[in-house]
């Protein structure tokens, strides 16, 4: 089935720090991928949509100059939490769509867990 | 708005037992998913669900959907240890830009005791 990988898993930063978390599909094309945020003992909220060679487009709320995504190919997309600080301490995870068998589904990937001092 | 509403939000069952998790959603969609989460892991897709009156099995469990009660549901048979995890169901957002992004309810955390 297709795959999701993130970069990296888990990373501890200082407070005002910028993080950079990579999100590639691996065995196919992913025009659109999608950034969400989990946050302990909560359910997953979407922050951003990344498209391939245009501009995200960002959810109510998420700062979009805080969060800069850039989707530079189509088996890529970033995700630079810039001048970080605790409260931006969370599990962030991307998704993509593709085919399974005749059948689109959303794959995510195995999540960044940021921690900031 | 999109709003996908899950209970219960907890539950301990004992090993042995069935039970039902209830998914609501607010508006028409196209698929409603259901995934599996371990503490500190992502993400694992169980089912897609497609079609009104679409039920699909696996293992212990089994997912139903009714799109005009705006419905779905995860039937746990005979639960066992290895189930204890967190449950969520998801539905597609369409948006006039085309995107799909999922909105997810918020969870189901399942604990399964001897």
């Known amino acids: 089935g297709a795959v999701v990988s993130q970069h990296p898993s888990w990373v501890i930063c200082k407070s005002g720090t910028s993080v950079k978390i990579e999100c590639r599909s691996l065995?196919?094309?992913?025009?659109?991928m999608f950034w969400y945020r989990q946050f302990p003992k909560q359910s997953l909220m979407l922050m951003a949509t990344?498209?391939?060679?245009?501009?995200?487009?960002?959810e109510q709320g998420v700062e979009k100059d805080k969060f800069l995504i850039n989707h530079a190919s189509l088996t890529l997309s970033t995700l630079t939490v810039t001048s970080a600080h605790p409260e931006d301490s969370s599990f962030y995870i991307c998704?993509?769509?593709?085919?399974?068998?005749?059948?689109?589904?959303?794959?995510f990937g195995p999540g960044t867990r940021l921690l900031v001092l | 708005e999109l709003k996908v509403e899950q209970n219960p939000l907890f539950l301990s069952m004992q090993e042995g037992k069935n039970y039902t998790i209830y998914c609501n959603y607010s508006?028409?969609?196209?698929?409603l998913y259901w995934y599996r989460q371990d503490p500190g892991k992502s993400l694992e897709s169980l089912f897609v669900?497609?079609?009104?009156?679409a039920v699909k099995q696996e293992g212990r469990l089994m997912a139903s959907l009714d799109t005009k009660a705006r419905l779905s549901t995860l039937h746990i048979t005979a639960a066992v240890h290895d189930l204890s995890a967190t449950y969520f169901c998801?539905?597609?957002?369409?948006?006039?830009?085309?995107?799909?992004?999922?909105?997810f309810g918020k969870g189901t955390r399942l604990s399964v005791i001897a």
């Open positions: 065995d196919f094309q992913a025009t659109t």
């Open positions: 990344s498209n391939e060679g245009s501009k995200a487009t960002y």
């Open positions: 508006t028409t969609s196209d698929r």
């Open positions: 998801a539905v597609d957002a369409r948006r006039n830009s085309g995107n799909t992004p999922l909105v």
């Open positions: 998704s993509a769509r593709a085919l399974a068998g005749r059948q689109e589904t959303q794959y």
């Open positions: 669900l497609l079609s009104n009156g």
